[in-house]
């Protein structure tokens, strides 16, 4: 069976070098965003991908809205390539932006905002549109009242509510969720969360939610991906992860989270910034900031792990665990 | 696509914010009036000294003085002079044509600098929203470098300086006659009024072409870089519609700079009248100052007052229909 969209073996890589150097041939140093991303997301699944920022969550989930393409490898939606689909098949992948204030033109008032993909959809009476408006705003949660107003009139909560009206009226069935929730406040990002979850199970509408907000995730998503440095490190269904970190990354992430109490032991905490995706360590891309490494011995920053399971639905990336091979990319 | 209610709305807050802008310069206008009105008594001399010449006697001027009405108390002068203005008469020339209207004397210079202006201000903008855009559309690339380094160099170079090498190259090295007429005069000879508009034209738009570009280049980056712009995009709007949206967005500090823009234009033909001797007002005050010509001086000062504050207001107004935040 094939997934609603699927990511395999996804690479992106931007190059710096300016056009004087690529005219000198001096090419500049390579940023590795994405670096062989394998992933499947079903139909109607929530799917929570986390890390820390600059680790290339946003853009895997760029390139699987299709607004970046892939260096390497390819991102499929109902087995065809998002590069070369049809119009009518492009727009049911959509995506729904971080900032909601940049996200709404600012020239426009919420009307004239929603009826722009309306009209896409083909609905051209004036009748027609105005229904559906009113619609749209009802299914996020807004009154008709709200459709003469400007975004500059509008809170935060309520700029992200029409952002997601905007985005179903294209009726998609795969949303990319770019940390939706990161510029609002806690009770507002609580009702934004539980919008989207509510939509998408009555709709039917897979979501991939991108956030650093690891309680959001939780509270959403059905599987959840962590990701450092451009490669996925763990994946495993929400509760599990939670209960069962296995990768040092992710037990140090909600170690991070979880230690309310000072005088609790951290036994795996986080220390300095990640390194920069321009030089990457060799090896196992965490090992510099890992607590195992002397555990496991000289392999890690030798050879890099391979993203393989333990269970049948948890992926580890960590030689932590006998049963992760090397991975079999060269550029390791 | 809107509702004729939300329609009607907007442009019953649109006309009521013009006629705030409107009523809003009026009080400049009447500073203004005040200013032209007292040059009068700030410059030495006047037209009674120049009426009556070296040797005239006392009572000679004293004559003149009545004749003039510069007698009366300054108020009543004042109210006089406005009411004049206000219904189209500026006064009489005194010393350079005696008798002749200043509303009949001026028409023709006044429409060659309005004329030398627009041709200067459409040079500035479609050369500088053509190549700002351009290196908006590939920032860093090589035509991003070469724009950024001729904006620089065309922002940097005065506009007079820039008149006197084209006259020298077009004039003096090629010998064109039309490049060095000066003549605009439409009423006349349109073909040779635009041969003779070229070169001055050029002088004056291409010192403030730099400017507008570079604007436009920083603020279409910007804006093509926003979320709702790349919505637009993944949703398949048709290419016009978003490149409607990102100027509609990017336009606002466009149109500050232009507004400021055809103001320095209008204030560079002044000096570039004098070096391609175009009978513009430019020449105009320099001659009236020459000569004392109060009332025409007068004149001047208040039109040239007037038309900042007339791009002003436009500027004004253009904000109002593009930003709904003005509006409101």
Redesign the interface.
């Known amino acids: 069976m094939t997934a609603l969209i699927e990511a395999e073996s996804v690479k992106r890589y931007y190059s710096n070098a300016s056009w004087l150097q690529r005219l000198l041939f001096l090419g500049g140093s390579e940023i590795q965003a994405v670096d062989g991303v394998t992933l499947r997301i079903e139909k109607g699944e929530i799917v929570g991908l986390v890390g820390e920022s600059g680790c290339g969550k946003t853009t895997l989930g760029w390139l699987l809205a299709g607004l970046e393409q892939p260096t390497e490898g390819a991102v499929r939606f109902k087995g065809r390539s998002l590069g070369n689909i049809d119009a009518e098949t492009r727009k049911k992948v959509q995506l729904l932006f971080q900032y909601p204030r940049e996200s709404l033109n600012p020239r426009h008032n919420v009307r004239t905002i929603l009826s722009y993909p309306i009209r896409k959809m083909g609905h051209t009476a004036t009748a027609d549109i105005t229904a559906r408006i009113h619609s749209l705003l009802e299914a996020v949660g807004l009154s008709a009242r709200y459709a003469d107003r400007y975004s500059f009139q509008l809170s935060g909560g309520e700029l992200q509510r029409v952002a997601l009206a905007r985005t179903l009226a294209l009726e998609p069935e795969f949303i990319v969720c770019d940390e939706p929730t990161s510029a609002v406040d806690m009770n507002v990002k609580v009702q934004i969360l539980k919008l989207l979850s509510d939509i998408s199970r009555e709709k039917g509408i897979s979501l991939l939610f991108i956030s650093h907000d690891l309680s959001a995730v939780r509270f959403i998503a059905d599987r959840i991906c962590v990701m450092y440095l451009g490669k996925i490190v763990e994946q495993a269904p929400a509760q599990q992860l939670f209960d069962h970190p296995c990768h040092p990354y992710t037990m140090a992430l909600l170690d991070a989270i979880a230690d309310i109490d000072p005088n609790a032991i951290r036994k795996a905490s986080l220390h300095g910034q990640p390194p920069s995706p321009m030089a990457p360590p060799a090896g196992c891309r965490f090992h510099p900031r890992c607590a195992y490494t002397e555990q496991v011995g000289t392999i890690c920053w030798e050879r890099g792990p391979a993203l393989q399971p333990l269970s049948t639905d948890h992926l580890v990336r960590c030689f932590l665990y006998p049963e992760v091979s090397q991975d079999p990319d060269r550029k390791q | 696509?809107?509702?004729r209610t939300?329609a009607l709305?907007k442009i019953m807050s649109l006309l009521k914010y013009i006629g705030r802008r409107i009523v809003s310069a009026i009080p400049t206008l009447i500073l203004i009036t005040f200013l032209s009105f007292g040059l009068l008594y700030i410059t030495p001399g006047g037209p009674v000294e120049a009426l009556a010449g070296i040797f005239g006697t006392q009572e000679q001027k004293e004559r003149i003085r009545q004749e003039l009405g510069l007698n009366d108390p300054l108020h009543v002068q004042y109210l006089r002079w406005v009411g004049g203005v206000l219904s189209g008469d500026f006064g009489e020339m005194i010393v350079m044509a005696p008798g002749t209207p200043i509303a009949e004397m001026l028409r023709k210079p006044l429409l060659a600098t309005f004329w030398l202006t627009i041709a200067g201000a459409l040079i500035a903008l479609t050369l500088g929203l053509a190549i700002g855009a351009l290196s908006a559309i590939k920032p860093?690339?090589?035509l991003d470098?070469l724009s950024r380094v001729i904006s620089i160099a065309t922002y940097s170079v005065p506009d007079f300086w820039l008149a006197i090498i084209l006259l020298f190259v077009f004039g003096v090295i090629f010998r064109y006659r039309w490049a060095i007429s000066g003549q605009i005069d439409f009423s006349r000879n349109i073909v040779f009024s635009l041969q003779s508009l070229i070169l001055p034209a050029i002088a004056l738009g291409l010192a403030k072409a730099g400017i507008v570009a570079r604007i436009t280049r920083g603020e279409l980056f910007d804006v093509q870089n926003?979320?709702?712009i790349?919505?637009?995009?993944?949703?398949?709007?048709p290419r016009w519609?978003v490149i409607k949206?990102m100027l509609?967005?990017g336009i606002l500090p466009i149109v500050t700079v232009l507004g400021y823009t055809i103001g320095l234009i209008f204030r560079g033909t002044f000096l570039v009248e004098v070096v391609f001797g175009v009978p513009g007002i430019g020449l105009f005050l320099v001659r009236a100052a020459k000569t004392q010509e109060y009332a025409l001086l007068q004149t001047l000062v208040l039109c040239i007052g007037s038309v900042f504050i007339l791009i002003n207001l436009l500027t004004d107004i253009l904000y109002g229909v593009?930003?709904?935040?003005v509006r409101?």
């Open positions: 696509m809107v509702d939300s709305n860093n690339s090589w470098s926003k979320s709702f790349q919505f637009e995009r993944i949703m398949g709007l519609v949206d509609h967005n593009l930003d709904p935040r409101s």
